[in-house]
């Protein structure tokens, strides 16, 4: 039905409509007006349409300054760094007091020791966060307090925002691993540094995919994603020894198939503990950070160790 045809129709109804409420009228003063009534109905929806084409955006009313305040609100976790080229997450904590001048903090995690130079400035990074200005994740402080007593161990009080940016969150960007048959792994709770253990040939404490030892159970272990700076891997809440825990060195053989030679190609790293969390069920997941690799010596068969 085209617009012609429908407007016709309308005319016909309107026209009917109003014989019967004037039956005294002409019929062509009722098609008329009807016709009127029409266009001014039409000309309504049409400045109805330019108002809501023309309406205006709503934009983003928040400022920079009301990001702790959101923080805060929100009970947003925020990561203390001890500066923005240092990626190692020194403590986790959340808000608990706005000031004009200062931020007072709540200690939720602490994963490195906190260590920051005279000017005692640190580095806190959020979840992104939009604002008139643009958007940011992270803002520079400086330490005023950190809490040693019992009341107030689990204190610390910053500065108010001394600037404002948006840095990568992740200077390796992780990968996750869909297919396992591609990535093998061989783990060892031990510093290479200490240890006599000759890894090339020993036993892995945990085995992931066809490296499982003799245990069937670790063919449950799994790859969750790899970077060049780490990897992260889904164990099975029993095989996680006792002592393992955050910052325990560990040793890893970690096989990726070559597709292009149809083979798997070894590559040897010594790494740190970052994060043991609550996995899918019955499952730990396990955050490594890479510190050091190493290439086998062929006239000796050690592994030579170089730092990152």
């Not at 990001?67 to 608990?96: A, C, M, N, Y």
């Not at 992780?174 to 540094?193: G, M, N």
């Not at 970690?254 to 790494?271: D, H, I, S, V």
Request: proline share 6%.
């Amino acid at each position: 039905m085209n617009i012609q045809t429908t407007a016709l129709d309308l005319t016909r109804q309107l026209t009917e409509l109003g014989q019967a409420l004037f039956p005294g009228l002409p019929e062509g003063i009722i098609r008329h007006t009807g016709a009127i009534l029409l266009g001014i109905l039409a000309f309504v929806f049409l400045l109805l349409g330019l108002l809501l084409l023309r309406r205006p955006k709503k934009k983003n009313t928040s400022s920079a300054t009301s990001i702790p305040h959101t923080l805060k609100e929100q009970g947003t976790i925020v990561d203390i760094l001890t500066g923005p080229d240092d990626e190692k997450i020194s403590l986790r904590v959340v808000f608990t007091s706005i000031k004009s001048n200062k931020i007072t903090c709540e200690i939720i995690e602490r994963l490195e020791p906190l260590k920051t130079g005279k000017n005692r400035q640190l580095f806190c990074i959020f979840a992104p966060t939009k604002t008139q200005k643009g958007k940011f994740n992270s803002f520079s402080t400086t330490l005023l307090k950190l809490g040693h007593s019992t009341r107030t161990a689990n204190l610390i009080v910053l500065s108010a925002p001394n600037e404002y940016t948006l840095v990568p969150r992740r200077k390796h960007a992780r990968k996750k691993v869909a297919d396992q048959q591609f990535i093998r792994v061989k783990l060892w709770f031990e510093d290479p540094i200490f240890s006599d253990t000759s890894y090339q040939d020993a036993m892995p404490h945990i085995g992931v995919n066809s490296f499982a030892s003799d245990n069937p159970e670790q063919n449950s272990n799994g790859v969750v994603n790899i970077s060049n700076g780490g990897i992260g891997l889904s164990i099975l809440d029993r095989l996680v020894p006792e002592t393992c825990s955050q910052n325990s060195p560990v040793v890893i053989n970690l096989f990726m198939f070559n597709f292009r030679e149809k083979t798997f190609k070894p590559y040897w790293y010594a790494g740190t503990i970052r994060s043991l969390e609550e996995g899918r069920p019955g499952f730990t997941r396990m955050g490594i950070e890479f510190t050091s690799t190493a290439t086998p010596d062929p006239s000796t068969g050690r592994l030579n160790w170089t730092t990152r």
